[in-house]
T-cell receptor
Framework: EAGVVQSPRYKIIEKKQPVAFWCNPI?????LYWYLQNLGQGPELLIR????????DSQLPKDRFSAERLKGVDSTLKIQPAELGDSAVYLC????????????FGEGSRLTVL | GENVEQHPSTLSVQEGDSAVIKCTYS??????FPWYKQELGKGPQLIID?????GEKKDQRIAVTLNKTAKHFSLHITETQPEDSAVYFC?????????????FGKGTHLIIQP
């Protein structure tokens, strides 16, 4: 069974440019998360979806970050415009619905902003 | 909100010896405590978890203990092997005990010396 798939794995852009990351969760997983992981730190939640509904986006910097999960499957995270401080790994994770489902992470998208 | 402290930041042990990583949490309402292993270039992977109604849980060479009174929990790895080398993250959740609302520690880089 395929795991959580993310692309691109690596992205280098100039500051003020836009960037987008894509995530395909494990088949059948209703809950999808985007996490930010800075170097030497643990993951920090940006947004959580239940199917196509964003149920927790309190930590998403909405002035430059946006996310969508239109059909309740794939998701896209966008940054526009990117800043130097956005350099980090963006992790997507998913789990089955319900109380005790295990969280499965993708390999992440590493962003470098120059 | 929840605050999770993790120690040590780096741990070097001889192959075959035991390794212990400790975490403390601040919110007494937390009741779900997973541990994740992250290898270089990969996403975190769940290795073991414990809920607040249990004091200890074991899975082969890995065990986790929880002290709710003191608000700390620990990961124990016995008979360490080279493939145990990775970064380990503890986490705590106040969101009803599931994988939602996880707050992660900053991680421990475990190095297994041959």
């Amino acid at each position: 069974e395929a795991g959580v798939v993310q692309s691109p794995r690596y992205k280098i852009i100039e500051k003020k440019q836009p960037v987008a990351f894509w995530c395909n969760p494990i088949s059948g997983h209703n809950t999808l998360y985007w996490y930010l992981q800075n170097l030497g730190q643990g993951p920090e939640l940006l947004i959580r979806y239940e199917n196509e509904e964003a149920v927790d986006d309190s930590q998403l910097p909405k002035d430059r970050f946006s996310a969508e999960r239109l059909k309740g499957v794939d998701s896209t995270l966008k940054i526009q415009p990117a800043e130097l401080g956005d350099s980090a790994v963006y992790l997507c994770a998913s789990r089955e619905g319900g109380y005790t489902g295990e969280l499965f992470f993708g390999e992440g998208s590493r962003l470098t902003v120059l | 909100g929840e605050n999770v402290e993790q120690h040590p930041s780096t741990l070097s042990v001889q192959e075959g010896d035991s390794a212990v990583i400790k975490c403390t949490y601040s919110d007494s309402a937390s009741n779900y405590f997973p541990w994740y292993k992250q290898e270089l270039g990969k996403g975190p992977q769940l290795i073991i978890d414990i809920r607040s109604n249990v004091g200890e849980k074991k899975d082969q060479r890995i065990a986790v203990t929880l002290n709710k009174t003191a608000k700390h929990f620990s990961l124990h790895i016995t008979e360490t092997q080279p493939e145990d080398s990775a970064v380990y993250f503890c986490a705590a959740s106040i969101a009803g005990g599931g994988a939602d609302g996880l707050t992660f520690g900053k991680g421990t880089h475990l190095i297994i010396q041959p």
